[in-house]
């Protein structure tokens, strides 16, 4: 049972390049989100899904897309990288994202992104 | 709407003192509350959570208290190893799960 699986761990990109940053678990979540985290500023949520075909914004969504064709995956997509988006992207999912919810979320162990 | 406040950091302590991290709330109802643990290098783990007030969750000798009255769930413990050294996250859950800024702790040995 791997888990939230985060590929690739490192990454550097130029301004103005494409990326995606692919998520998978193998856990049957239906909810899955991703978080960029940056010094002293916690964790910030980025986009997040309820469920395969659904997709809502979370705090930081621009210059972000997110799509989710399947159960197991979530990828992140920036379709024009810019520096201010160098930082450490997290990807989590939980059992489900109806209502209120007491279950904890799985984390991902990251993606070291740097934009030069 | 939702919130989480953490105490700023970095706390720096020696090997078997005692440690408290505050974490206080803003929210509707009453969210389940969790801490969060992230060792260098690596992603967020559950460390406990608690899902209703009074509710009081543990685990490797961390303890925290669901407190409604004060809108609190600080983390505590008795006696901190070198290993406890981490970056420490409070959190509510609703839809989405809202976290605290973060607190980095050094355990010196």
């Known amino acids: 049972n791997a888990g939230v699986t985060q590929t690739p761990k490192f990454q550097v990109l130029k301004t103005g390049q494409s990326m995606t940053l692919q998520c998978a678990q193998d856990?049957?979540?239906?909810?899955m989100s991703w978080y960029r985290q940056d010094p002293g500023m916690g964790l910030r949520l980025i986009h997040y899904?309820?469920?395969?075909?659904?997709?809502d914004q979370g705090e930081v969504p621009n210059g972000y897309n997110v799509s989710r064709s399947t159960t197991e995956d979530f990828p992140l997509r920036l379709l024009s990288a810019a520096p201010s988006q160098t930082s450490v992207y997290f990807c989590?999912?939980?059992?489900?994202?109806?209502?209120?919810?007491?279950?904890?979320?799985?984390f991902g162990d990251g993606t070291r992104l740097s934009i030069l | 709407g939702d919130s989480v406040t953490q105490m700023e950091g970095p706390v720096t302590l020696s090997e078997e003192a005692f440690l408290t991290i505050n974490c206080t709330y803003t929210?509707?109802?009453?969210?389940?509350l969790f801490w969060y643990v992230q060792y260098p290098g690596e992603g967020l783990q559950l460390l406990l959570k608690?899902?209703?007030?009074?509710d009081k969750g543990s685990n490797k000798g961390f303890e925290a208290t669901y407190r409604k009255e004060t809108t609190s769930f600080h983390l505590e413990k008795g006696s901190v190893q070198v290993s406890d050294s981490a970056v420490y996250f409070c959190?509510?859950?609703?839809?989405?799960?809202?976290f605290g800024s973060g607190t980095r702790l050094s355990i010196r040995p």
């Open positions: 608690a899902t209703k007030a009074d």
């Open positions: 899904s309820v469920g395969a075909g659904i997709t």
């Open positions: 959190a509510l859950i609703r839809r989405k799960i809202i």
């Open positions: 929210a509707t109802g009453y969210p389940s």
């Open positions: 856990m049957n979540h239906e909810y």
């Open positions: 989590a999912s939980r059992l489900s994202g109806q209502g209120d919810s007491n279950q904890p979320q799985h």
